[in-house]
């Protein structure tokens, strides 16, 4: 079987079982389905939560497009403009109603690039998930990226490694001093099969971060959803999520890429949370947990600490 015939079920698989996971925790609200199609081939599968007692807005999103290569990626990518293609993958951001519970983003994706006779010219993975508190709990912070470097281990002892400095290197605020957008995680990107590495064994290792996600990241959920918060911390809260809006529709290459290729701006935008806030030059009190959680936005050994 074919590699994307494999990738193909594994993300819809995934996609059914987080919604399924996320709405037992919530509880309350219900996913969301719409279902579309892509006009040049393809199509996805966008879900998305929103007034829940624990998640306040998120998205869990899947799409299959393939087609005719768009004239800006033909020439990202070199080839001639009657190449075509085939993309698929699993995207999802989650924001919380309780500002101790983190957001939390995740992609897993797969490309494959065709030549004019038809046949696969290139292809490649990319991928990850990233965790962003708006107050500190390192406890949470070691279990997400132990998780994660637990998934990737038995494919390379350097790839956890790897992967968290790229994190660390991508989702940062450039234009706010290189402040991070949060604690991290891992990210990869056009991980090709090589002699050392099989298309194969990059699928299998596709599927253990994929399935990683759940166990990563809602037993934090679950430790912290019914802590009591004050206004002040919503409001600290809603400051910390204009900076995510910041990094997604200025940084963010996925965000970025659909704008440009006419992708389905719903789907595109659902990663933005449902209440941000902006104040001018504003700073935490000295001393405070919303100035600590400042101190933890720079790259940190979270796996390694006891």
Not at 61 to 81: D, I, R, W, Y
Not at 155 to 166: C, D, E, M, R
Not at 203 to 227: C, E, M, S, T, W
């Amino acid at each position: 079987m074919s590699i994307k015939d494999q990738f193909i079920p594994f993300i819809h698989k995934l996609q059914n079982e987080i919604c399924q996971a996320v709405e037992e925790m919530d509880g309350k609200a219900k996913f969301r389905e719409d279902r579309w199609e892509r006009e040049g081939g393809g199509g996805g599968i966008t879900r998305i939560i929103t007034g829940g007692n624990v998640f306040q807005k998120g998205g869990v999103n899947t799409s299959v497009v393939h087609g005719k290569l768009p004239a800006v990626m033909a020439q990202q990518f070199k080839v001639g403009e009657e190449s075509s293609f085939l993309a698929a993958g699993i995207s999802l951001v989650i924001h919380p109603e309780n500002p101790f519970v983190p957001t939390v983003h995740a992609n897993f994706r797969y490309f494959e690039l065709y030549g004019d006779d038809g046949a696969v010219a290139d292809s490649w993975f990319g991928g990850g998930a990233d965790l962003t508190p708006c107050y500190i709990f390192e406890e949470d912070g070691r279990h997400f990226h132990r998780t994660f470097k637990a998934a990737c281990d038995p494919f390379g002892t350097t790839l956890y490694p790897l992967y968290k400095q790229h994190c660390d290197e991508y989702f940062v605020n450039k234009h706010r001093n290189n402040e991070a957008r949060g604690i991290g995680g891992i990210f990869y990107d056009y991980l090709r099969p090589q002699p050392d590495r099989t298309a194969e064994a990059l699928l299998q290792f596709q599927f253990a971060n994929g399935n990683a996600f759940i166990p990563a990241y809602l037993p934090i959920v679950a430790k912290r959803k019914d802590l009591p918060y004050t206004e002040e911390q919503v409001h600290w809260q809603e400051y910390r999520r204009g900076r995510y809006v910041e990094f997604n529709l200025i940084h963010d290459r996925g965000t970025l890429f659909g704008l440009k290729t006419n992708g389905r701006i719903e789907s595109i935008l659902m990663s933005l949370p449902a209440k941000a806030r902006w104040e001018y030059d504003y700073h935490p009190a000295p001393g405070s947990p919303e100035a600590m959680l400042l101190e933890y936005l720079k790259p940190r050994d979270w796996a390694g600490e006891a």
